[in-house]
């Protein structure tokens, strides 16, 4: 298809363990976006990437998130050691630029369950 | 600090009425403001886009305003219908930021 893809879409993990969440933009989209949305809360931004580089990691709420971007296009969302405040659900963007008049396209979010 | 509120936070309507969602803005200096609509399940997906000279903007049965002076943007949804049941989410660029601003969303349901 041609929208942001995501996967899994759904994750339940056990507290303590290690998850991977993989975003696929829209194909010629530069600028790429994680968001984390918990329940009856707005979107939080975690992290942008222009191109493979992150210049905005200030959203990553602790030392256990982590990104990268590879050949500028599929992204992942690593979260160590899991705890249970991290289930949210976890939407990922992409737009043509950065540029603020640029619309961002969302994926349908994986929805990560830690119990 | 860049917020956005939006109200009501939700909001339950019979098929066919209107309504009108609100947002409040303090982004500075404004960029432009786009409204979302966001299906259970799905990702949000942009409904309409304004910049600082527009005052009004429609899509099908959406049209949003926006007033910049005093910050306060409206989606008004004409003769609604069962499949505008979702979260509806204001989001304000600008404020030194590439980085938008969220605002919570309200939550509309439309009852047959």
């Known amino acids: 298809g041609a929208g942001v893809s995501q996967s899994p879409s759904n994750k339940v993990t056990e507290k303590g363990k290690d998850v991977e969440l993989r975003c696929d933009p829209i194909?010629?989209?530069?600028?790429l976006y994680w968001y984390r949305q918990s329940l009856g809360q707005g979107l939080e931004f975690l992290i942008y990437?222009?191109?493979?580089?992150?210049?905005?990691k200030s959203g990553l709420p602790s030392d256990r998130f982590s990104a990268e971007r590879t050949g500028g296009s599929v992204s992942t969302l690593t979260i160590q050691r899991t705890q249970q405040e991290d289930s949210a659900v976890y939407l990922c963007?992409?737009?043509?630029?950065?540029?603020?008049?640029?619309?961002?396209?969302f994926g349908p979010g994986t929805r990560l369950l830690v119990l | 600090k860049n917020q956005v509120e939006q109200s009501p936070q939700s909001l339950i309507i019979l098929e066919g009425k209107n309504c009108t969602l609100q947002?409040?803005?303090?982004?500075?200096?404004?960029?432009?403001l786009r409204w979302y609509k966001q299906d259970t399940g799905r990702g949000p997906v942009s409904l309409t886009i304004?910049?600082?000279?527009?005052n009004t903007k429609s899509n099908g049965r959406y049209t949003a305003t926006l007033d910049a002076d005093t910050k306060q943007s409206s989606l008004h949804i004409t003769a609604s219908q069962l499949s505008d049941s979702a979260s509806y989410i204001c989001?304000?660029?600008?404020?030194?930021?590439?980085?938008?601003?969220f605002g919570r969303g309200t939550s509309l349901i439309v009852h047959p």
């Open positions: 963007a992409s737009s043509l630029n950065s540029g603020r008049e640029e619309t961002q396209y």
């Open positions: 194909s010629g989209h530069t600028a």
């Open positions: 990437f222009q191109g493979n580089s992150a210049p905005d």
């Open positions: 947002c409040n803005y303090t982004v500075s200096p404004f960029s432009n």
């Open positions: 304004m910049t600082f000279s527009e």
């Open positions: 989001v304000v660029s600008g404020g030194g930021s590439y980085i938008p601003t």
